[in-house]
């Protein structure tokens, strides 16, 4: 009798967790606001279009988005919210030809956001083999998930993400520190830490907990940042030139996005190494 098959484990192409802007109706670009600032070169309110996206809803500044002021336009990553709710929970039916959807499109388009990232972090948990313990959780919690991503808009928007965050984020908790306990030595607690312009050139910080720390503008070069808990941390304008992430906890190509490197930097192998690095 052959040994029982084990169940792949879902990668976040089969989820779709990429985003894929040729198949989205602007959504990032109309449903979400955004201010003057470091950031953004205007000011735009939430459910008005981008005075930059064209009528095939591209961009029309995509190549210099950077020097015309949007760089926050850049490190932004819908994990592949746009696409899903364009062409699954809409059909396909866009808010231009269809105006009569688009409240409701663009107030499902952060919901299913929310969603996709829980998604991407599920399907890295499932990748830990020292997670083992609480993989048959993990794999519970992202099928009911992914479900809840085909729900209909109404269900959607009257979904509590806070309440399911908190279902998942439990899980993600274990998981961190059944990884993290593997790391030999003492594991630095920074959670939630304010670490902004912090000195951290070539520091240990493997196994670390910096879930939700404020990293802005530090200096991580030559950090080990192996198998940290990055979830939530604030990388903006960090310095991760020869930084070593590779295994790091719950990173994202947004937060990669929006810090500073070169080619030096090691990185996981689902993330790539943002162009402007």
Not at 95 to 113: I, K
Not at 183 to 212: C, Q, T, V
């Amino acid at each position: 009798m052959s040994p029982e098959r084990k169940p792949s484990i879902p990668d976040v192409g089969e989820l779709g967790l990429q985003s894929d802007c040729g198949s989205c109706f602007g959504l990032c670009c109309v449903a979400l606001p955004f201010a003057a600032s470091a950031d953004f070169a205007i000011d735009k309110d939430a459910g008005r279009p981008c005075p930059n996206l064209r009528t095939d809803f591209r961009c029309g500044i995509h190549s210099e988005l950077r020097p015309r002021g949007f760089s926050g336009c850049t490190v932004f990553d819908c994990f592949g919210a746009g696409q899903k709710v364009s062409q699954v929970t809409f059909g396909g039916q866009d808010w231009r030809q269809a105006p009569g959807t688009a409240r409701q499109m663009f107030d499902v388009f952060p919901v299913m956001r929310q969603l996709h990232e829980l998604l991407w972090y599920l399907a890295e948990a499932l990748t830990r083999p020292a997670a083992r313990p609480v993989h048959a959780e993990l794999r519970t919690a992202l099928e009911k998930t992914e479900h809840l991503t085909r729900a209909g808009a109404e269900e959607l928007t009257g979904l509590d993400v806070p309440a399911h965050r908190g279902e998942v984020n439990a899980l993600l908790l274990r998981t961190s520190e059944l990884v993290r306990a593997g790391i030999p030595g003492r594991k630095k607690e920074r959670r939630g830490a304010d670490l902004m312009g912090a000195r951290l050139k070539g520091a240990d910080l493997r196994g670390a907990n910096l879930r939700g720390a404020y990293l802005i503008a530090a200096d991580l070069k030559g950090a080990d940042l192996r198998t940290a808990d990055l979830i939530g941390a604030d990388l903006r304008a960090a310095d991760l030139s020869g930084a070593d992430l590779t295994g790091a906890l719950f990173l994202t190509q947004s937060q990669l996005n929006a810090a500073k490197g070169h080619a030096a930097t090691e990185l996981p192998q689902t993330l790539t190494r943002p162009a402007h690095w």
